[in-house]
């Protein structure tokens, strides 16, 4: 693949979107393509299954703990390779959790990940 492809999958929440993504991701990498999965989740959860369950630092909450924010933080490998991000969400009752998926990709940009990894597919 020549152009890296941009995925986003969305719709209402417990409808799926989450395993779907990580099921795809998943798919894409067992096809030898380099996938980045960004989850948007609030719950910060969307990519758990690609890391048997666990958990990774969210790109807000990495930035509101007000250390310096290495890209090793954030960005961490799951199943066949695919790189993890979660945007996870505001602080309650502060924004919205589009503001905090902005705030990321924009991090991502700054950082100038996707030049750096060179992902093929991001979803």
Do not use: W
Request: aromatic share 4%.
């Amino acid at each position: 693949m020549t152009e890296q492809r941009n995925i986003a999958i969305y719709g209402k929440g417990g409808i799926g979107k989450s395993t779907i993504s990580s099921n795809i991701s998943a798919a894409l990498s067992e096809l030898g393509l380099k996938v980045m999965q960004i989850g948007c989740d609030p719950k910060s959860d969307s990519t758990n299954t690609l890391r048997g369950g666990r958990f990774i630092p969210t790109v807000l909450d990495s930035l509101r703990s007000g250390k310096r924010v290495e890209t090793e933080d954030i960005i961490h490998e799951g199943f066949n390779g695919v790189l993890c991000v979660e945007a996870g969400g505001p602080e309650p009752g502060v924004g919205c959790a589009g503001r905090g998926i902005i705030t990321a990709i924009e991090l991502l940009k700054q950082r100038k990940v996707f030049e750096v990894y060179k992902p093929d597919v991001v979803i």
